[in-house]
């Protein structure tokens, strides 16, 4: 699983904001969930944007077609060939309207699992960004970002045990996005 740690530009992310925690997780046969491989099959990997707020405080988003009161940490895709820090800049101007402040490179998730058996590898790279006061705008249509909400970073584990709860086709999408709710939670 080393090839989540192969993407463009990580040693200079590393060397701009520090050595990111990496974890490994094994999540079994959810790639033959519909919702779960529609996420990835366009993406190696993803960028999860920790923005951090005042008061201890970080941004979570939701989307128009998400169960509703479902919430979570945004994230992108990193575009083919495209450099680690650059998806980190241009997700959270398109997710937030925000210009991003990287403070630090918090971790690297590594995720193997199995699609129609075969096995499929990809990464979330998790950063912690300052986000200032500035008012949240989604500059992507295409997201449909519905709203935002700020918490504490210490409900992010409030944030992932509804996340692990939802029910039916969102099931297996959510116990995966709560990973990276528990991680941040530990680590900031």
């Known amino acids: ?5 192969a993407v463009p530009g990580l040693v200079e992310a590393e060397r701009l904001y520090g050595r990111p925690e ?6 079994g046969d959810c790639g033959d969930e519909r919702r779960f ?18 008061g201890g405080r970080v941004v979570l988003q939701t989307k128009q077609f998400y169960p509703p009161g479902t919430y979570r940490l945004p994230s992108g895709g990193i575009e083919p060939g495209e ?27 590594c995720y193997r699992f199995r699609r ?6 990809r990464a979330s790279y998790v950063f912690l960004l300052g986000g200032g006061a ?3 705008a989604s500059h ?32 297996v999408w959510g116990r995966f996005r709560a990973l990276v709710h528990r991680f941040v939670r530990r680590n900031v």
Do not use: N
């Open 22 to 27: 990496v974890r490994y997780y094994d999540l």
């Open 140 to 171: 992507d249509a295409a997201e449909r970002i519905s709203g935002f909400r700020e918490v504490p970073s210490e409900e992010l584990s409030a944030v992932a045990a509804q996340l692990e709860s939802l029910p039916g086709e969102w099931a």
């Open 116 to 121: 129609a058996g075969r096995a499929e590898e």
């Open 83 to 109: 450099a680690l820090l650059d998806a980190v800049r241009r997700e959270m101007h398109e997710e937030t309207g925000l210009e991003a402040r990287i403070e630090r490179f918090l971790g690297a998730l």
């Open 134 to 136: 500035q008012p949240l």
């Open 37 to 54: 491989w529609d996420m990835w099959q366009k993406r190696q990997g993803e960028v999860v944007l920790v923005i951090h707020r005042s």
């Open 1 to 5: 699983m080393d090839d989540c740690l």
